[in-house]
């Protein structure tokens, strides 16, 4: 039950793309399809922002784009707002009823 | 609107025990899998334990079993979380979360959080 691992930062300006990264193994990320990706900002509770790899809850804007390869999922965030700025945090079923999460990503717009 | 509201918290020597409770609203309880995760301080987050819409299946992280119990009662709408043998590195935020229905591993509301502090 390893932590998934994630860039412990990212950055953009205003309008650009960020992609955040989550790698695991063959034993989470890469063997099922339940990744999953969650916004958090100071002091709130998560807010899932993608499941399922690519599916977005309703209300999540379609600037937020989810997907995996192998062993890693990615989160993309397109024409980023000062309203992204936040930690982000991806987990994924790891098989024997277990779920594992990333350590955060904390994302900036410059 | 789905509320979850935790409470239970608080500040417990360590080898102590804590009851958590989740109360919800605005959906139909029975009908989906919950669970809690827990962030320590300046941490991320960590997931604690599941359990299924009718209370039979219950898994757990490794470091809790056998201290750690989840249960809840469907007539109540209230998750619970039994927790025993407490250590310092229980520290954290214990936040309850439904789980998005059909999919078993993504939470899609969350409580608040509750704090839970192990300290002598």
């Known amino acids: 039950q390893s932590a998934l691992t994630q860039p412990p930062s990212a950055s953009g300006s205003p309008g650009q793309s960020v992609t955040i990264s989550c790698t695991g193994t063959?034993?989470?990320?890469?063997?099922?399809?339940?990744v999953s990706w969650y916004q958090q900002r100071p002091g709130k509770a998560p807010k899932l922002m993608i499941y399922?790899?690519?599916k977005r809850p309703s209300g999540v804007p379609d600037r937020f784009f989810g997907s995996k390869s192998g062993n890693t999922a990615s989160l993309t965030v397109s024409g980023l707002q000062a309203e992204d700025e936040a930690d982000y945090y991806c987990?994924?079923?790891?098989?024997?009823?277990?779920?594992?999460f990333g350590g955060g990503t904390k994302l900036t717009v410059l | 609107e789905v509320q979850l509201l935790e409470s239970g918290g608080g500040l417990v020597q360590p080898g102590g025990s804590l009851r958590l409770s989740c109360a919800a609203s605005?959906?139909?309880?029975?009908?989906?899998?919950m669970t809690w995760v827990r962030q320590a301080p300046g941490k991320g987050l960590e997931w604690v334990s599941s359990?299924?819409?009718?209370?039979?299946?219950?898994y757990y992280v490794d470091s809790v079993k056998g201290r750690f119990t989840i249960s809840r009662d469907n007539s109540k709408n209230t998750l619970y979380l039994q927790m025993n043998s407490l250590r310092a590195e229980d520290t954290a935020v214990f936040f309850c979360?439904?789980?998005?229905?059909?999919?078993?591993?993504?939470?899609?509301?969350w409580g608040q959080g509750t704090l839970v502090t192990v300290s002598s």
């Open positions: 979360a439904k789980i998005v229905g059909g999919s078993a591993w993504a939470s899609d509301y």
């Open positions: 605005g959906f139909t309880f029975s009908r989906y899998a």
């Open positions: 359990i299924s819409d009718n209370g039979r299946r219950t």
């Open positions: 063959s034993s989470d990320v890469g063997g099922y399809n339940y």
């Open positions: 399922e790899v690519t």
């Open positions: 987990s994924s079923y790891a098989g024997s009823n277990n779920l594992v």
